[in-house]
């Protein structure tokens, strides 16, 4: 469990927006400029018709695009519901569902917390210019607009905490999450050796690793994914279940537990290393997040944004999960069963088989893998 696991769900969301709406007096709109970094969900690709970038306007202190030009720039048609309140973006078997004054939408199934609210201005539904450009672009149109894509063929899995750091511990039941982690981390390996993937764990027994050095193993093994595995938990809280799917905060927006009232936001005006993969950090969880709630049919509790200490330094793409409650009642119960954490590897592998499928079916030239840093075989 990470340790802003133990905040509930997110309160206070629409915040201060309501009748703060200013834009800039005579702010020129002007083209979106191009960002490093991309990707998307299993279906699109980056073969969308040529169109005009979105026109940017500042909206308070953020910049917007109106979601009617977003859809134009991504080759898809937007449907306004509920006399424009609501908006959906369909096309290419992709589809996103907004609605003004909240940051919890829908994309292609799934639910999604965007980096700011949705919010309208002259009759019409804007996002944030990150939540296009970092969000909506990557997982409906992966590849959109860039020149190359990562590889995929190394994969780094994190099994959370080992040795001394148990990770939750559910005394009742007689289990901890360092297990758990580890039990579903080599059946991962098991299942992505068999399709071809070179796999490397980040412990392969009961010991301690710190953050930092899990991190920098992906340089050293030049791995071209990590996937983080976590079990969540919620202080009493036993009712609460299911699955919750991080990246890396980008530039510029804060985490998604950081918007209650009580919280102290933690926006980063400065560009992280992890950073620099923020559009296939997305394309990643995004795959994960799709086959767990298709495959094992859990609760979905969203993909969100976290300044997580391991997904900051890292040298590809990655992102974390938090696999299910070891403080559920029912849920823990399930998750002590092998039965259920083979269907939890098997979610997993294969949400990273469709990433490689997706990725690998973009007409755009493979990034060079980073050089190995000193340890590295």
Known sequence: MRTAARFGLLAGWSLALSGALVIAAEAPARSTPTRP????????????????????????????????????????????????????LTGGGVRADLETDTRDITI???????????????????????????????????????????????????????????????????????????DVARRVRALLEKAGHRVVLTREDDSFVALPQRAAMASVVRADMFVSIHFNALANDTKTSGVEVYTFAPRTQRSTNAWGLLEKDDTEDYASPGNRFDHWNVVLAHALHR?????????????????LAVLRPLSCPGM?????????????RKIATPAYRHQIAGAIAAGIRDYAATLDGLRLPVLPTPARTAGGK
């Open 320 to 332: 974390l999960i938090e696999c299910g409650f070891l403080t559920s009642e029912t849920e823990a």
């Open 291 to 307: 086959r767990f709630i298709g495959d094992l049919r859990t609760p979905d509790r969203g993909k969100k944004l976290m300044h």
């Open 37 to 88: 970094g991309g990707a998307g969900p299993v279906g699109a690709s980056g073969e969308s018709p040529a169109a005009a970038a979105p026109a940017i306007r500042k909206i308070g202190r953020v910049e917007h695009v109106a979601v009617a030009d977003a859809a134009r720039a991504l080759g898809l048609k937007l449907v306004a519901q509920d006399s424009g309140r609501r908006v959906a």
């Open 108 to 182: 292609n199934g799934t639910r999604v917390f965007l980096g700011d609210p949705v919010v309208a201005v002259g009759g019409q539904l804007h996002v944030s210019r990150v939540d296009f450009e970092r969000c909506l672009t990557p997982m409906l149109r992966p590849g959109h607009g860039l020149a190359a894509r990562p590889a995929t063929r190394v994969v780094l899995i994190d099994p959370g905490h080992g040795g001394t750091d148990p990770g939750k511990i559910n005394t009742k039941l007689g289990i901890n999450e360092k297990t758990f982690t580890l």
